[in-house]
């Protein structure tokens, strides 16, 4: 299986996001890091269009494959790595986002998982969740099928409870999304091929692209959810002051 981390320089809300620093490391490196020691992926390399973070993924042993500028998403980052020729031998691909040091290794071999037993062409993760992730906006929540599959993807609070407090939303009913993917081959194709679904557009989750395609998307549960991505200032502070108790705990 290939892992691709894909790395944007251009982040506005953290500018040089890939390259500030964690626990005196950039972000990105960090992330390959933890990639590497899980030892899920047989082969993991860092996508960028920008030489500086070559540069300093290079200097720390990772492998490192220059991209075009003009990607619109991760996924299309990801799509362009994935179809080189060096790469044709891999016929599973998985997603590690680059600002998600403290991903599991449970959420990405069970994201794979999905897609290399055939069960589904893609293949993510969730993790059980409090109420209170509801009236999160910036917590991204997704509901299943019977089966494992997503059935959407969403920022608002799903499921919604139309009576109050009337029924108990127990832990499985609500799950926070785990922000790794796993592709087949074919499915990645066929996911950057189609246009930007409105969905999509309106609630920024490219996941729901696919979706509204009738591509089946797995979810892996895992027991908890990780620390989550790094995107502004306060989330890299309290990375940052999280990094020591992280490290120990997985010593």
Same mark, same amino acid.
């Given at each position: 299986?290939?892992?691709? $981390?894909?790395? %944007?320089? *251009?982040?506005?809300?953290?500018?040089?996001?890939?390259?500030?620093? &964690?626990?005196?490391?950039?972000?990105?490196? =960090?992330?390959? !890091?933890?990639?590497?020691?899980? *030892?899920?992926?047989?082969?993991?390399?860092?996508?960028?269009?920008?030489?500086?973070?070559?540069?300093?993924? =290079?200097?720390?042993?990772?492998?490192? $494959?220059?991209?075009?500028?003009?990607?619109?998403?991760?996924?299309?980052?990801?799509?362009?790595?994935?179809?080189?020729?060096?790469?044709?031998?891999?016929?599973?691909?998985?997603?590690?986002?680059?600002?998600?040091?403290?991903? !599991?290794?449970?959420?990405?071999?069970?994201?794979?998982? &999905?897609?290399?037993?055939? =069960?589904?062409?893609?293949?993510?993760?969730?993790?059980?969740? *409090?109420?209170?992730?509801?009236?999160?906006?910036?917590?991204?929540?997704?509901?299943?099928?019977?089966?494992?599959?997503?059935?959407?993807?969403? %920022?608002?609070?799903?499921?919604? =409870?139309?009576?109050?407090?009337?029924?108990?939303?127990?832990?499985?009913?609500?799950?926070?999304?785990?922000?790794?993917?796993?592709?087949?081959?074919?499915?990645?194709?066929?996911?950057?091929? &189609?246009?930007?679904?409105?969905?999509?557009?309106?609630?920024?989750?490219? !996941?729901?692209?696919?979706?509204?395609? *009738? $591509?089946?998307?797995?979810?892996?549960?895992?027991?908890?959810?990780?620390?989550?991505?790094?995107?502004?200032?306060?989330?890299?502070?309290?990375?940052?002051?999280?990094?020591?108790?992280?490290?120990?705990?997985?010593?």
């Amino acid at each position: 299986m290939l892992a691709v $981390i894909p790395a %944007r320089l *251009g982040a506005t809300r953290l500018p040089r996001k890939p390259l500030r620093l &964690l626990g005196g490391i950039p972000l990105v490196v =960090r992330v390959w !890091q933890s990639v590497m020691e899980m *030892g899920v992926a047989t082969r993991c390399v860092v996508a960028t269009d920008s030489d500086e973070v070559a540069t300093a993924v =290079r200097a720390a042993g990772a492998e490192c $494959i220059m991209t075009r500028t003009d990607h619109q998403s991760g996924t299309d980052r990801v799509a362009e790595v994935a179809s080189r020729p060096d790469f044709s031998r891999y016929d599973a691909i998985v997603n590690v986002q680059g600002d998600e040091p403290f991903v !599991q290794r449970a959420a990405v071999a069970g994201a794979a998982e &999905l897609v290399t037993s055939g =069960r589904f062409p893609l293949g993510t993760a969730a993790a059980p969740a *409090g109420d209170d992730v509801l009236q999160q906006p910036q917590v991204v929540k997704v509901v299943t099928a019977d089966d494992g599959r997503a059935m959407y993807f969403s %920022r608002a609070g799903i499921p919604f =409870r139309r009576d109050g407090g009337g029924v108990a939303l127990t832990p499985p009913l609500v799950r926070q999304h785990v922000g790794v993917y796993a592709y087949t081959r074919d499915a990645l194709a066929r996911w950057v091929a &189609l246009p930007p679904h409105p969905l999509e557009c309106v609630e920024k989750l490219e !996941q729901l692209r696919p979706l509204a395609a *009738g $591509i089946p998307m797995g979810v892996a549960l895992v027991p908890v959810a990780p620390l989550g991505g790094i995107d502004t200032e306060d989330d890299l502070a309290r990375a940052s002051a999280y990094w020591d108790d992280f490290r120990r705990g997985r010593a």
